[in-house]
């Protein structure tokens, strides 16, 4: 067994080496050191205990136990001194001597104290781990007057904490205006107000000259801080001094073993330092010429690290964006990205200084570049998403500022988390309360959204609360950053739908278990999650070469029906455009009768879902509406559902075009596609739009000069109202625009991406650019979708109801009872 | 104790599951990529979903209705959910697949 040590006990090495347990468990013989005393604890809860909100318990994340269980050896209150890299082994302060075949470098950092005269006196201190934190209680108890030397976000957090504990707390900042690198003057004047009435009081622009000490009487007597001296000449009481000007990366140790330190310690893409065998991580190391001191990019880096050390090798870490909030309770602040502004830069302002409600957002070239939340930061997880993302927001911009609730969110009523009770219902899909989120977080010390589903189920089912989740695990853990977007296919793979989509098009993969191999999965089946997604990509990149893998699909889509609670299937055959006939009619009631079917129901797209069928049943019901003319409605899959109509000119009186007739034509066109996730159309015959056009995937509305088209709407979790793309003269212009869109959609979106969000995400732009202005795009794209449509266009119920095919599906097996 | 005659490995297709009616139910017999083969009761601990439908990934079945993920070898739920459903002793000797209720 290879030997692994941790040099430091905190939240990125502990992290790392989670990651690591979690794919590589019986790799390495693991050894940790930390300098303090404690286990690992979430250092960015200590504000909290300061405060006095928790106690330190509330924040240990992996106690004595969890090193006794993994394996791991723990040395607490232990400093490495010495890494001797050609003997390969690192020395303590206290002379133990481990060797290691890889080393991992975690030592965080440490506050950067000004070195003004009186600085080391016995009551001037950082603010970065528990020792600090009961410095600053037990002075709480005896001393009064408190100074706590920088305004950003620990020092604000720090005098907030101390103002709790009954001190006469003043914050003094460099700057004339707090949290500068967060916020703009108006949100910081805003803060300002606030904290003053509280009870902080603030000295800006303020330059301290010297810490002054207290003149002992006897010589017993002690030497400690007794106030503060400005250059201004101002002189004031304290006894205790806070400094919390900035951090410094830890990287001493690194330097004098002589790995490359610039800023930090110098790490690669794959968080190696320049000596190939030893590793960092954390706030110790600067990766592409940045620092980071938030706990979201040690994570990112921590799985990468995790990635390498298991020896995967194919994670790759390319820098972090992050956000922040202030963890002070009754502030909520959050800040992203370039919030000043800048040359060609655009400001949207929304200001209710009375409320103490400030937003700003600041766009260039219709993209987020950066936002400042102050008073109402509900939508700030949605706004780093659009500025990760590089959404193109000019089709979201009247209603930008108003937050994500505003472009309809049907349902789920008053989203300020805030305000919610505890036994306000988040989940509504699952039945979870917010105070069910909060205690898994707090009890099971979870940090991702992935944790929380999988422990409370909330937003693992239809993922509309998924804001919601990420804003309760955001207060509740303080510096949490939303998932990544770029974020792996599924647990099987670090690759993304888009590295996984070009890897199966360059490599002409064409099979499941192909690209499971070549693309180096961890798990040699893939998963319920990574199948399907596979299996979809390999038919929609290859329909003429690759075979459909049964196993690899839902079981509605593996026996062409929809699984009811009870394990019964329910039936919808097609109906074209929404019409039928005496024939089909009979042959249903036919089929409900012989086969004793417990419920028949209309559905919402016109058509006839008879309910309760018995699996064993299903090729012989099929048979027989397969006898009257009928073929699979598809209902059951992530394909071409139903096209809607209205009667349309045939009949009605203010119908200008024949919306029946173009429902017919285009669902004869398109049936039997798959789709990324499940594609709806409608035709309505006048501007009334009987149809409901304007809320499906593709939509038509006939005007008397020709047909309008309308894309990406949605009528279900989230209601959107379709965009128009463009309008066109005749029959055939609308089926092969229709084509054409539907064929971008397959070869674009992700494998269960719908085409309302995917339109958000690509930009509406983007598909009139292909669709609309470039003509020989746009038939390219008709061609390549009539082309797969050859090998789609053959009815699955006629395959299993009378050619033989997945016989095994549908009977159990035979049994003889044996001695 | 009885013991059934249920047919041959390739009745079952890979990562795949075959039902046998049994006087003690609904029983569902998977295979996995590399032949071994389980036998379980087809009800999810959860809501009573057919195990039997779901996909099969390593020794593990995802439960077509909600999800949980059944352990072919225990029957238990993957935490955190928490629950157990019925496993059967089955062997495959001379080619044949013989199930024990």
Redesign the interface.
Known sequence: MEKLICIGNGMAGMRTLEELLKVAPDKYEITVFGAEPHPNYNRIMLSPVLAGEKRVDDIILNDAQWYKDQWITLYTSEKITTIDRVKRQVISDKGTAVKYDRLLIATGSTPFIIPVPGHHLPGVIGFRDIADVETMLATSKTGKHAVVIGGGLLGLEAANGLLKQGMDVTVVHLMDSLLERQLDKPAAALLKRFLEQRGLNFLMAAQTEAILSTTPLTSSEQVKVRGVRFKSGLEIPADLVVMAVGIRPNFELAKSAGLHCERGLVVNDTLQTYDPRIYAVGECVQHRGTTYGLVAPLFEQAKVCANHLAGYGFASYKGSQVATKLKVTGVDLFSAGNFNGGEGCEEIIFQDPAAGIYKKLVIKNNHIEGAVLYGDTVDGSWYFDLMRDGTDISALRDHLLFGQAHLGNAGHGDSRIAVLSNDAEVCGCNGVCKGDIIKAITDKGLFTLEEVRAHTKASSSCGSCTGLVEQILASTVGNYSPTPKDKPLCGCTEHTHEQVQRAIKDQHLTSVAAVIQSLNWKNPDGCASCRPALNYYLIATWPDKVKDDPQSRFINERVHANIQKDGTYSVVPRMWGGLTNPKELRAIADVVDKFKIPEVKITGGQRIDLFGVKKEDLPAVWADLNAAGMVSGHAYGKALRTVKTCAGSNWCRFGTQDSTGMGVKLEKMTWGSWTPHKFKMAVSGCPRNCAEATIKDFGVVAVDSGWELHVGGNGGIKVRVTDLLCKVKTQAEVLEYCGAFMQLYREQAKYLERTAPWIERVGLEFVKQHIVEDEAGRKTLHERFLASQQYAQDDPWAQRASQGVAAHEFSPLQTLEVA | M??????VLN??????A?????EKG?IA?FR??DDQVFAVHDTCPH????LS??????TTV?C??H?WKIDLNSGQAQA?DVGCAHTFVIEQVNGRL??NL
């Open positions: 009885s013991r059934l005659d249920i047919g009745d079952i297709p890979r990562l795949g075959r039902v046998v009616q049994t609904r017999v996995t990529r809501k009573g979903g057919p439908q779901g996909m099969v990934s390593g995802v077509p209705l999800n955190p013989l199930l």
